[in-house]
């Protein structure tokens, strides 16, 4: 029951920040949460983006993850009605219109609630497909050079096309859950992401649209078109900086800190 619970001020819930042995407290709904335990919280930061000893109700809904995640961890409080509000209401007047958090309208933020799987799922499921056609498609292009067998080549000819085709999806929906979850703020992995998806899409298409044109580009007589493959070549570095910038956003690198050999 509510009056079994400590209640804390924003200024008690900012001292439990993980720093100098101080336990990691955050807050959501009115309720404060000891999330020590979690790996994902250690130093008081998570994911690099959010500090604790904080209320995370707003932030909560631009998360990749519902707040189902809190379960997890005891509660040890209620944060004070009036620091709650506080913490939530933005200082200043309020822009015309309903809006939701990161500046979603608020029928689609209704909408997002009734339906959560468009908030995050369309994105994280389609994402594997570009990166996969477009890795293959010079993998089997060695393999056509080696073996000089002819379904290594269309094969990818067939990765290119879906690997376009599958980019034309994936690109809209990203920048649609980076806004809807990230707010669209300015993230570096996520600028490296855009830029370097679009120059893959752009060379794709036109390694497809040549290899379409000049269907003898990679077997005529004598050797292959040198820029045609460094076309295709240079697929496979972009799709590792895709690759590895869209993990760092689902699992940021950190620099464990050592443990202490003392007792």
Known sequence: MAGQWRTFTLEELKRCNGQNGAPIYVAFEGRVIDVTASRFWRGGVHMKRHAAGADLSAEMPRAPHDASVLERFPQVGILAPAAAEAEQ??????????RAPGGVPAWLEVFLQKHPFFRRHPHPMTVHFPIVFMMFAPLFIILFLATGFSGFEITALNCLAAGVLFCLVVI????????????????PPVTIKIVVSC????DGLGAFIWRLADPSVITRPGSPSVPWLLLVFLLLPMVVIVAWFGATLTFPLRREKAESAGP
Request: charged share 5%; glycine share 14%.
């Open 89 to 98: 209401q933005p200082a200043g007047p309020r822009a015309e219109g309903p």
């Open 172 to 187: 809209p929906t990203g920048l649609l859950t980076w806004w809807l979850n990230y707010g669209a703020a300015p993230l």
């Open 199 to 202: 120059a893959m899409l752009a």
